[in-house]
T-cell receptor, first 114, second 111 residues
Framework: EADIYQTPRYLVIGTGKKITLECSQT?????MYWYQQDPGMELHLIHY???????EKGDLSSESTVSRIRTEHFPLTLESARPSHTSQYLC?????????????FGPGTRLTVL | DQQVKQNSPSLSVQEGRISILNCDYT??????FLWYKKYPAEGPTFLIS?????DKNEDGRFTVFLNKSAKHLSLHIVPSQPGDSAVYFC??????????FGTGTRLQVFP
């Protein structure tokens, strides 16, 4: 069973605040991902990591940043939140091996910026 | 330009009948296709995948069909159950790094 956790599940915050969305997995997966999704839209990849000290930007430009200091932890930070950042943020992980790249997802964080 | 398309935003099916969810893609270099299921306020859950060298994969009530010449795949759920009501995402893998998702189809299974 996949074990990937995200906190907080819901966050309502004012414009200009700094926020960090937490993501942790206990499966020892090397690859981790952050997606952004709005209702009725596809999941957009905003960041990914191959392993410790590796971070890459995804296909959708994002003002957020990520870090990967430990294999199990992949936090996402917004230095100054804006209403345009309102969205659902989904974290995922997978093994490095080849195959269908089945990704395991966390429950997501619903962010609302007022 | 969207590489993975799910043109039906919603589908309503009676319990016990077959649900057919469709997905089209544009890139012939995709090597795997996956289906995910998503309930509200939860993350997507992997359902089933298919390699581009196959044309069918079956797992219990779920079967995925791939038509490479038409660049089309479909997910069949038989028989449909109320617990299948969710949003279904089609995804394609161009390599081992990423997945490209469609916009999803909301399936409602009614009694």
């Amino acid at each position: 069973e996949a074990d990937i956790y995200q906190t907080p599940r819901y966050l309502v915050i004012g414009t200009g605040k700094k926020i960090t969305l937490e993501c942790s997995q206990t499966m020892g997966h090397d690859k981790m991902y952050w997606y952004q999704q709005d209702p009725g839209m596809e999941l957009h990849l905003i960041h990914y990591s191959y392993g410790v000290n590796s971070t890459e930007k995804g296909d959708l430009s994002s003002e957020s940043t990520v870090s990967r200091i430990r294999t199990e932890h992949f936090p996402l930070t917004l230095e100054s939140a804006r209403p345009s950042h309102t969205s659902q943020y989904l974290c995922a992980s997978t093994r490095l091996a080849g195959g269908p790249n089945e990704q395991f997802f966390g429950p997501g964080t619903r962010l609302t910026v007022l | 330009d969207q590489q993975v398309k799910q043109n039906s935003p919603s589908l309503s099916v009676q319990e016990g009948r077959i649900s057919i969810l469709n997905c089209d893609y544009t890139n012939s270099m995709f090597d795997y296709f996956l289906w995910y299921k998503k309930y509200p306020a939860e993350g997507p859950t992997f359902l089933i995948s298919i390699s581009s060298i196959k044309d069918k994969n079956e797992d219990g009530r779920f079967t995925v069909f791939l038509n490479k010449s038409a660049k089309h795949l479909s997910l069949h759920i038989v028989p449909s159950q109320p617990g299948d009501s969710a949003v279904y995402f089609c995804a394609a893998s161009p390599n081992t790094d990423k997945l490209i998702f469609g916009t999803g189809t909301r399936l409602q299974v009614f009694p």
